[in-house]
């Protein structure tokens, strides 16, 4: 039972951050240090066969702080997804897809943050099995709902809606 699950409770603590930009920029002084949202989440098993198996996972993301200093959220998160792996010998690939949907959509300056379609790719090649591997992954989002304001919004979600991060290990 215990390796078809797992369940997950985090609450992220920001020991010291600082900005470049200036009140009068972004509004208020940024606070050093915080607790994040409380973060909860559940991941189920569904099928395995023969090297392959996939998934389905659910998490959330619980207001703690109220969104301030780039800290929290104002709403809840609740991002669903599904996971396939791969894996014969040292090889091994996963990829997931997802929707982050956002209760309250955010703004910083021109990004504007609102529900998103969530994707990732990742490759690990075990050098000594069970002990030391490489491995990269990249992943992403992209905006689904365009900025209200319709100074900042030509229609759809912009290139700063869409980040793309690469993680090598």
């Not at 020991?15 to 409380?38: H, I, K, W, Y």
């Not at 379609?117 to 992209?142: C, D, M, N, R």
């Amino acid at each position: 039972l215990f390796d078809r699950f797992d369940v997950r409770l985090a609450m992220p603590v920001v020991l010291a951050q600082g900005s470049d930009v200036g009140p009068s920029t972004m509004g208020d002084e940024l606070a050093g240090a915080g607790a994040g949202d409380l973060q909860l989440g559940g991941r189920a098993s569904l099928y395995e066969v023969k090297g392959f198996g996939f998934a389905a996972d659910l998490s959330a993301r619980v207001p703690w702080t109220g969104g301030s200093n780039f800290i929290g959220t104002e709403g809840t998160i609740v991002h669903p997804k599904v996971i396939g792996e791969w894996r014969r010998g040292r090889l091994g690939a996963v990829a997931n897809l997802g929707y982050r949907y956002r209760q309250d959509a955010q703004r910083v300056a021109n990004l504007y943050v609102d529900d998103e379609f969530t994707w990732g790719l990742a490759g690990e090649y075990q050098i000594t099995p069970g002990k030391l591997s490489v491995g990269a992954a990249l992943f992403g989002a992209l905006g689904l709902i365009d900025d209200p304001d319709p100074l900042m919004g030509d229609g759809s979600p912009g290139v700063e809606e869409s980040p793309v991060e690469l993680l090598a290990s």
